[in-house]
């Protein structure tokens, strides 16, 4: 379904909002048919992304591309995408059927054409028996639905959707996601997705669009995203990940922990510092004297199919996630089959991520802010005892 | 148990406004009733004082004027305060503020310093006048027409026009209009299938605030035209102030009687504009 041509170029594109630069020279194409997510935190660029396509934000700098012609400044309303809106913007004034007849009616179509083409939406998206209901008396997942109504009943090329489904309870998410991905794959439209939820974009697109600080950190099927992370940061931010500083020896030779390891990755220079990235269910656990990395485990959690557990290496917490359980503070040892290596460029996010001492960056802080504290409050005393005297 | 002890501290807390509506609002109604339908002096059931206000040619002639006037001033007031209301509720919050406090400044002066005030604009030496000569255009006359009366109503009330608007346009969110756009509508479109349609109560609000002073005032007919523009308030004023023994306060009372009813009777008319769910009906 996805065809060779591109629907959608950004060139250069570059936004700023009041000094901060929130897009930074972005490059990206995006096919027709595909079904595209951006995914990264909040204020990585996405929902601007989003937004310069749409039409919303005119970039400061930078060209966008819709099939081949220059749209930079062609408003909103003339564009051929259409938005499901965060919180679906549906109109209050209007009910089910108006709503979704809206960007019809606004086109001039005829009556009865307009009363064919919403039933039918209505049908697609499951919620024909509410045609006449008000907005308000619809729950989060049938708003939804109506918002994806409104919006695909244009015929659109393009449908931009962002984080349409933040708003709704867990197993309803899942539901959605599916129904998502049949309509896009039922209709054809490329449907460009925005969100934050890693789980989500694997499991949906065709194409995964990783950024961060409004720059793209990687472009990819879900799959290559997830076994070859370009970086640090992609690695990190996609699934659990254990980074691990070493050197590259020679092709398929990494040298960690002191020790080299076979791996399936080549083209670096002669000892040159890696980032080795290995994930938590890809490292086996055996007996310590069978091990090629030994470690004590310092921590061990149930999670229902397999026990994650943090195994302490020479001071460098590895996750591992394996089926049998191991008591706190045995001794163990790591095997390391060569494919479950994958070798890293060094980059600006070397040495931020990767190490489980802690499991996020907040709690990092947060007992960075404890300890300094704790060292004001001595020095506090100190000083008063000094005083005193 | 609970639910009883529940209604009756609701019960207290609700009777200072309970009192407030019988000793300030219940009882004078109570009164304005009776005086329009019972002589004064004999305390007969009459029907007479009404009836003047529907037979006397001064009396239907200033309740046609008042009614003129106050319909041009809404008119003006709204011209003015939609298009003013809608570029207000898309500037930036701080901007607003500051905006809404000008908007608001000239109220919290005493309406009757206000409306003096344009006299000395206006009159035949005045601001105006002084201007005009100073470019050779004779002394206009200005003061005393109904022009002028129709500007003291819109100069007044012009606030009370703007701020439902403002309020009912600044719940319309950016989303919301970003849709519209997004869904094909030009500027045109958008004014006309999303801000007119979700900004219509707060208009119903601002037409009914604007309407109802306008047509019952008295003293900005009497300031801006000297007296020589009559409006029914002014009217009721004079018989119950000039006449009170001599069957004014009959008169006035039943005056104001009908005219309640005629404003009543607007709004209700006005109110089947907006959706009855909105929560935008003043009666």
């Known amino acids: 379904?996805?065809?060779?041509?591109?629907?959608?170029?950004?060139?250069?594109?570059?936004?700023?909002?009041?000094?901060?630069?929130?897009?930074?020279?972005?490059?990206?194409?995006i096919k027709d048919g595909e079904f595209v997510t951006f995914l990264g935190a909040?204020?990585?660029?996405?929902?601007?992304?989003?937004?310069?396509?749409?039409?919303?934000?005119?970039?400061?700098?930078?060209?966008?591309?819709?099939?081949?012609?220059?749209?930079?400044?062609?408003?909103?309303?003339?564009?051929?995408?259409?938005?499901?809106?965060?919180?679906?913007?549906?109109?209050?004034?209007?009910?089910?059927?108006?709503?979704?007849?809206?960007?019809?009616?606004?086109?001039?179509?005829?009556?009865?054409?307009?009363?064919?083409?919403?039933?039918?939406?209505?049908?697609?998206?499951?919620?024909?028996?509410?045609a006449q209901r008000k907005i308000h008396n619809l729950s989060g997942g049938q708003q939804q639905r109506v918002a994806i109504a409104r919006a695909l009943v244009n015929n659109p090329r393009v449908l931009l959707l962002d984080e349409p489904l933040a708003a709704l309870d867990y197993k309803l998410r899942k539901d959605m996601q599916n129904e998502l991905k049949r309509i896009q794959r039922q209709t054809g439209i490329t449907f460009i997705f925005v969100t934050h939820d890693q789980e989500e974009a694997l499991s949906m697109s065709d194409t995964v669009v990783v950024m961060n600080e409004g720059k793209i950190q990687q472009i990819g099927s879900p799959t290559k995203i997830y076994n070859e992370p370009e970086n640090a940061f992609v690695a990190d931010f996609i699934g659990e990940s254990n980074i691990i500083d070493g050197v590259m020896l020679d092709d398929f030779k990494v040298r960690l922990d002191g020790r080299a390891f076979k791996c399936l990755d080549k083209g670096f220079a002669v000892n040159e510092p890696v980032d080795v990235v290995i994930r938590p269910e890809d490292v086996d656990i055996v007996s310590p004297e069978k091990g090629e990395l030994t470690g004590e485990v310092s921590s061990i959690t149930f999670k229902g199919d397999y026990y994650e557990m943090i195994v302490d290496v020479c001071g460098f917490k590895w996750?591992?996630?394996?089926?049998d359980e191991q008591l706190v503070g045995a001794k163990v040892g790591l095997v390391i089959e060569p494919d479950a290596i994958h070798i890293m460029k060094k980059s600006k996010y070397s040495g931020m991520f990767g190490d489980y001492s802690t499991f996020s960056t907040e709690m990092d802080e947060m007992e960075e802010e404890a300890r300094l504290e704790e060292e004001r409050l001595e020095e506090e005393a100190a000083q008063e005892e000094k005083g005193d005297e | 148990?609970?639910?009883?002890?529940?209604?009756?501290s609701r019960g207290l807390l609700n009777a200072p406004y309970v009192i407030w509506s019988l000793v300030?609002?219940?009882?004078?109604?109570?009164?304005?009733?009776?005086?329009?339908?019972?002589d004064l002096e004999s305390g007969r059931f009459t029907l007479e004082y009404v009836k003047i206000f529907f037979t006397k040619p001064m009396y239907v002639k200033a309740f046609g004027i008042s009614l003129l006037y106050s319909l041009i001033a809404t008119a003006i007031s709204l011209v003015i305060a939609y298009p003013f209301a809608y570029f207000l509720s898309r500037k930036k919050p701080a901007s607003q503020s500051v905006q809404m406090i000008l908007i608001m400044l000239p109220m919290w002066m005493n309406m009757l310093v206000r409306t003096y005030s344009w006299t000395t604009i206006l009159e035949g030496n005045g601001l105006i006048n002084n201007l005009l000569e100073l470019v050779g255009i004779g002394p206009v006359t200005m003061l005393g027409t109904g022009g002028a009366v129709v500007l003291g109503m819109v100069y007044n009330y012009l606030p009370y026009m703007i701020?439902?608007?403002?309020?009912?346009?600044?719940?319309?969110?950016?989303?919301?209009?970003?849709?519209?756009?997004?869904?094909?509508?030009?500027?045109?479109?958008k004014l006309k299938r999303v801000i007119m349609p979700l900004s219509l109560s707060g208009v119903i609000s601002g037409i009914i605030m604007v309407f109802v002073p306008s047509i019952s005032t008295f003293y900005i007919s009497q300031k801006m035209s000297n007296g020589k523009v009559v409006l029914i308030g002014d009217l009721i004023e004079q018989q119950i102030k000039e006449f009170w023994a001599a069957g004014g306060l009959n008169r006035g009372a039943a005056m104001s009687f009908v005219l309640m009813l005629i404003i009543l009777l607007c709004t209700f008319v006005m109110n089947r504009f907006t959706d009855d769910d909105e929560g935008g009906m003043i009666i």
Do not use: W
């Open chain 2, 163 to 189: 701020l439902p608007i403002y309020t009912g346009m600044s719940k319309i969110g950016q989303p919301l209009l970003e849709a519209a756009e997004d869904l094909g509508c030009n500027g045109f479109q």
């Open chain 2, 24 to 38: 300030f609002i219940l009882i004078p109604l109570v009164f304005v009733v009776y005086y329009s339908f019972f």
């Open chain 1, 42 to 130: 909040s204020g990585c660029g996405k929902t601007t992304t989003l937004r310069v396509i749409a039409g919303f934000i005119s970039p400061d700098h930078g060209d966008v591309f819709f099939d081949g012609a220059r749209i930079n400044d062609l408003p909103p309303h003339k564009r051929q995408v259409n938005t499901i809106f965060q919180r679906y913007a549906l109109f209050p004034h209007l009910n089910v059927f108006d709503n979704v007849a809206f960007g019809l009616k606004v086109a001039g179509m005829k009556k009865d054409q307009i009363k064919e083409k919403v039933e039918e939406m209505l049908e697609l998206v499951n919620m024909r028996a509410f």
């Open chain 2, 1 to 8: 148990m609970n639910n009883r002890k529940g209604t009756f």
């Open chain 1, 1 to 29: 379904m996805v065809k060779e041509q591109n629907i959608i170029e950004l060139h250069n594109i570059t936004v700023s909002f009041d000094g901060e630069t929130v897009l930074d020279d972005l490059d990206l194409s």
């Open chain 1, 319 to 323: 996750m591992v996630q394996a089926t």
